[in-house]
């Protein structure tokens, strides 16, 4: 039953196309910039809680957290060779490795020691639907986080725990937030209006709106600001959401759309 479980995440693995063997259209990577964005901050809030539950946060944030839960454990020896095959010839960093490592092996100890793991939400799938949504990632001298498309910092353990959660990792919330351009999101002063977003592409702006009961991003004839400044958007009456908050509100809508199904 375990070899099960961890053959099923290698297989995830196995699956995807990451950047040494990519033979497809980067549009279609750079399609998912977004919410690989949005899936990183989740597996880096994710890791940080893990790292604290078994004192390595001097390891965090990419990292196998089983070398912490048990150090005796040892994969099934034919799901152990099968991953040290795979492992051996892809072109990805450490850390990648390191992380689907750790992926494999906890679902199998998951499966054999159900009740020997805190209570806490799934350390890998953030980062595993990452890698299937465009690939890996690298990370700079200076520890930026380059997701192909987009850089984001690692920030710091305690910031990254004390950050807000990704309210889903459904896949229609996943594509809800995929857009070309550069993103702000909005919505009125006293948050009872629409969820807004102003995106740019090749410097031409766009005003959208999330409808409610369409479920998709709108034409809107509303007049976004420019920046997330403060004093701007107060001038329009708007506040600017961080797009976390943008991804709950727009769960939101689709966890009431879905319990009318």
């Known amino acids: 039953m375990g070899d099960r479980a961890a053959s099923l995440v290698?297989?995830?693995?196995?699956?995807?196309e990451w950047d040494g063997d990519w033979d497809g259209d980067w549009d279609d990577v750079l399609a998912h910039v977004m919410s690989r964005r949005l899936l990183m901050r989740e597996y880096l809030r994710r890791a940080g809680m893990w790292a604290q539950a078994y004192s390595a946060e001097t390891v965090w944030?990419?990292?196998?957290?089983?070398?912490?839960?048990?150090?005796?454990?040892?994969?099934?020896?034919?799901?152990?060779?099968q991953l040290q095959e795979y492992l051996g010839r892809i072109i990805?960093?450490?850390?990648v490795k390191r992380t689907?490592?750790?992926?494999?092996?906890?679902?199998?100890?998951?499966a054999?020691?159900?009740?020997?793991?805190?209570?806490?939400?799934?350390?890998?799938?953030?980062?595993?639907l990452f890698y299937e949504r465009g690939g890996a990632f690298?990370?700079?001298n200076a520890g930026f986080l380059d997701l192909t498309g987009v850089q984001v910092p690692p920030g710091t353990l305690a910031g990254r725990v004390a950050g807000p959660p990704l309210s889903s990792l459904d896949p229609?919330?996943?594509?809800?937030?995929?857009?070309?351009?550069?993103?702000?999101?909005?919505?009125?002063?006293?948050?009872?209006?629409?969820?807004?977003?102003?995106?740019?592409?090749?410097?031409?702006p766009y005003s959208e709106g999330f409808g409610r009961d369409s479920l998709r991003w709108e034409p809107t004839g509303a007049l976004l600001p420019v920046s997330p400044e403060k004093v701007t958007a107060a001038e329009l009456g708007m506040v600017w959401l961080d797009e976390m908050e943008a991804a709950t509100l727009i769960w939101t809508a689709m966890a009431d759309a879905k319990r009318w199904l």
């Open 112 to 128: 054999r020691h159900p009740d020997a793991l805190p209570d806490l939400p799934d350390l890998y799938e953030p980062l595993l």
């Open 61 to 81: 944030p990419f990292f196998d957290v089983v070398e912490y839960a048990d150090p005796e454990f040892s994969l099934s020896p034919e799901v152990a060779a």
């Open 100 to 110: 689907g490592t750790g992926a494999v092996r906890l679902a199998e100890f998951r």
């Open 10 to 16: 290698l297989e995830r693995l196995r699956a995807v």
């Open 92 to 95: 990805v960093t450490n850390a």
């Open 172 to 204: 229609d919330l996943l594509d809800a937030v995929d857009a070309e351009g550069r993103i702000t999101y909005y919505t009125a002063a006293d948050r009872q209006g629409p969820l807004l977003r102003r995106r740019v592409v090749r410097g031409v």
């Open 138 to 140: 690298r990370q700079d």
